[in-house]
């Protein structure tokens, strides 16, 4: 493995800064993520926040490919709807994500390093500014997901039962992602309802990591059932505790009849 790449030598980084530096839009450029809390490795991408004036936002975000370009050819180019938000792969092997954030919006949200700061405003705004709240998972986003889940477990039981082993796969995919939101919910941390799996890692305990790792099987009936039959295991040890915590009725009779259904094709 790879050495990760020491800050001053970082030339993705060295060539952002000087992009932004003669660039008289931007106010200000952060390293965010694990390059600026100095757990990188040699699979980190780059995070990072330019920081431009209030009226100056609309006019550098539709300017963003030239910015970009200063740094490498780009690949890869992508906002996925948000045009402030832009993921990047350089031609040369580098991958970052470029925020740009207006000073009136700044917030400190988490490790940082200030790389640039054109007048002291970068720094005075951080100082000020109270750090976003998590998007943690709500009562209501809670309920809906204890809910949902059984309705994949329905669809598990049909595929199975009928030997349609792709459509079990999928479904299993989606138990086992229900799953992980329900335990991002009972960590207080980022709901990430479409990607449950981002960086979750880190947020589970050791046993419950092992017991969703064992889900992921070949795609023949017998291991599908058994992976089925553990994630309702891991499903009522996060959904009794969270519906409780949230003054929700766990959906007992539900859990009876689908679950009875599941070990009917087994």
């Known amino acids: 493995m790879m050495a990760p790449m020491s800050l001053p030598a970082d030339a993705p980084i060295d060539r ?6 003669s660039d008289g839009r931007i106010l200000g450029l952060l390293l965010y993520g694990s390059r600026a809390a100095g757990t990188s ?15 100056a936002l ?4 539709a300017d963003r490919d030239s910015l970009v370009r200063a740094v490498g050819e ?3 180019l ?6 402030s938000n832009i993921h990047v792969i350089l031609a040369d092997g580098a991958a970052f994500e470029l925020i740009v954030r207006p000073i009136g919006e700044l917030v400190d949200d988490g490790p940082h390093r200030i790389l640039l700061d054109t007048d002291g405003s970068l720094a005075r705004a951080l100082t000020v500014q109270r750090a976003r709240e998590p998007q943690v998972a709500s ?3 809670v309920r809906k997901q204890i809910l949902y889940f059984w309705h994949e477990v329905e669809h598990v039981a049909t595929a199975i039962g009928r030997e349609q082993l792709l459509w079990a796969h999928g479904g299993l995919e989606e138990m086992r992602a229900i799953c992980l939101r329900l335990a991002r919910a009972a ?11 981002w960086k979750v890692d880190g947020l589970l305990y050791q046993g419950l990591r092992e017991r969703l790792l064992t889900t992921i099987v070949p795609a023949q009936s017998a291991d599908m059932r058994r992976a089925a039959g553990e994630l309702l295991a891991v499903y009522r040890s996060l959904a009794r505790p969270l ?24």
Do not use: K, T
């Open 78 to 83: 992508e906002d996925f709807g948000n045009p």
């Open 74 to 76: 780009a690949l890869f």
């Open 16 to 21: 952002m800064a000087a992009a932004c530096r």
């Open 41 to 55: 490795d040699a699979h980190s991408d780059i995070d990072f926040g330019v920081v431009v004036a209030d009226a």
């Open 58 to 61: 609309a006019d550098v975000v």
């Open 139 to 141: 009562a209501e986003d």
């Open 243 to 266: 519906a409780e915590q949230h003054g929700l009725p766990y959906p007992q009779r539900l859990d009876d009849l689908v679950s009875a259904r599941l070990a009917a094709v087994a």
């Open 187 to 197: 960590a207080g941390a980022d709901a990430e309802d479409d990607e449950p799996y």
